[in-house]
């Protein structure tokens, strides 16, 4: 684990603006930065940056946080790879909590295949544009598969020398050690003897959704029977081919933006169409698709379009690896190409325009595109059409949420015209022995009834929940600094009247709004403000040094995306033009004293307004005689509301 001093060494160091500036053009905007949001399509910039408080906060899809939180979300990296290329990227040496000898043993060979991964990576990369037998060999091959300079350098593809051992040689030399080169499988030790894996054959990196190196993929040039034409590297303690995919590095952040992934077989096809301009794509690189795979998907989006070629042959077997994405609870488009045309071909020889149409016009739901597939299979024999109705059932068992169960056996009755009956009995048959064979209990599908819901009243806003949010607000912004307040002393002047006796005290105002709600014996309804509160006010009152981004930091993801939201509301005001729509804003001309005098003062007017209302409904269930205590209560409710509305120059 990384050692705390890292971590905060890390977020002292780290600015948002500079980090968030690397993927988000940025103009100034007040003390604050402005720019498009990374996350959604939008032509009015609504992502803002706050240097000050060392928060972002995106109002188009509502995500915000810390420095952290933005790379987690925008780069999809896990907590430790966002430390990681942190303390890459300021210069600051990773510290490693206390660990065994064999765990440190394990955490350097790792790092160690790495490295060499990283430096085959770049050599062979270098040798496809430098050396005279990688541009005459591999780099022509490239350019007529049509491939731009620029395509070659994004990919970093490379080329591995036609001969025995040139790329062991050269890692020895620049003192790699043989035991990590024979494990990452980049070479093959036989004795005495050390061969080259990949001799021959031009090299497609394959990375880590973070982008290290894993492994490589290799395609031979030459004629050769004995030879695969395409060989990936072996597992290792780095690289699980049923866990990584072809491109999710350069796509991860097309897939969460465009909210789909195109799913393709080959290196090619994804390099292909990426070219194009089409960049949500991903590969499984030739190998079977993987629940594994499927999964890391599932972080950027639950859409996934499945692109086969116009190859008939490999589509039943190729249906298999859809059952897989069904059973993740995602939802799943296929796509065939023109016979003779896959993916790459299509990619070369169409627009940007024409492949986007062709995507978006001839994508099917799987079910529809099984059916159509099947059908044609069975064609008018009985028994095959029985079995391609049970095959298409079977598909939708796979799928967890009961809702699109019943809504994909409605449209496999319509499509293969037989009753929904029966294909609910058959769907309750597979369920059923599935929960035999793996001991698990499954709900049988059950047929929803329509109900025509109720007309939804207008959403009224929360006046609690606002002040509540207020008052965090203020805690964070302002906790620590020291005002003049005017502390209302209750009590019945001469005529028994309640009034308000003024009286100034000086206080910081975390202990005011403490004191304040701790005397009124007011609790926060809302639990999630009512944990912060505890929270910042404990912090407050034991850190005199309270800094609004460490405390930030110090919070779980959830907490800090909360308070994030909440010290970047007031910036929404400076995203629109408000008066456009006939809304005046208020200026900030209040002093800080008078503000969180007004806000608990609201909420003590509402508190009393809520006992009012309660009062009265209890007294029309009550007896005559009980009724005038409840009735006195009432009258000097409504006369501690009206003090309170005068104070707050409110009409009743």
Known sequence: MIARTTIDNVFETARVEEVVGDFVQLKKSGSNFKGLSPFTDERSPSFMVSPVKQIWKDFSSGKGGNVVAFLMEHEHFTYPEAIKYLAKKYGIEIEETVQSDEQKEQANERESLYLVSDFAKDY??????????????????????????????????????????????????????????????????????????????VIFPILSMSGRTLGFGGRILKSDKKAAKYLNSPESDIYHKSKVLYGIYLAKQSIAKEDNCYLVEGYTDVIQ????????????????????????????????????????????????????????????????????????????????????????????????????????????????????????????????????????????????????DVLFDTLAQILQK??????KKTVAPQVFNVVTPEKQSVRKINILYELERKIIELLLLYGTVEEEFEDLILETNEKGEIAFKPETVKSKVFEKVYLDLQDDEIEFANEDFRVLYYEIINKLNTDEGFQIDTFINELQSEKASSITDILMDEERYNLHDWESKQIYVKEKTHTIAQVVSETILNLRRYLVTQKINELSEEIKVQEPDGRENSLQDIVDYITLKKVLSEKLNRVL
């Open 434 to 439: 599935e929960r035999k064979d793996t001991g």
């Open 124 to 201: 062979f990369h270098s040798t496809l544009l430098k050396s005279e037998h990688g541009k005459a060999i591999g780099l022509s091959y490239f350019k007529e598969r049509g491939f731009t300079d620029e395509t070659i350098k994004k990919f970093e593809l490379g080329y591995s020398l036609d001969q025995w051992d040139a790329f062991t040689t050269a890692a020895i030399k620049k003192a790699y050690k043989l035991e990590y080169l024979e494990k990452t499988g980049l070479s093959i030790v036989k004795g005495e003897k050390q061969f080259d894996r990949f001799k021959g054959r």
């Open 273 to 420: 169409l990426y070219q194009a301009g089409i960049h949500n794509v991903v590969s499984s690189s030739g190998t079977a698709l993987t629940s594994d795979q499927i999964r890391l998907v599932n972080r950027l989006t639950k859409n996934i379009t499945v692109l086969f070629d116009g190859d008939a042959a490999g589509l039943r077997a190729s249906l298999r690896g859809v059952d897989l994405i069904l059973e993740q609870g995602m939802n799943v488009k296929i796509c065939t190409f023109p016979e003779g045309e896959d993916p790459d071909s299509f990619a070369r020889n169409n627009s940007l325009d024409a492949i986007r149409t062709y995507l978006k016009e001839k994508s099917q739901d799987f079910i529809s595109f099984k059916a159509s597939l099947l059908a044609m299979e069975a064609k008018n024999d009985p028994i095959k059409k029985a079995e391609t109705i049970r095959d298409m059932v079977v598909s939708i068992a796979k799928i967890p949420d009961v809702i699109k169960r019943e809504v994909y056996i409605k449209e496999c009755s319509r499509i293969m015209d037989i009753s929904e």
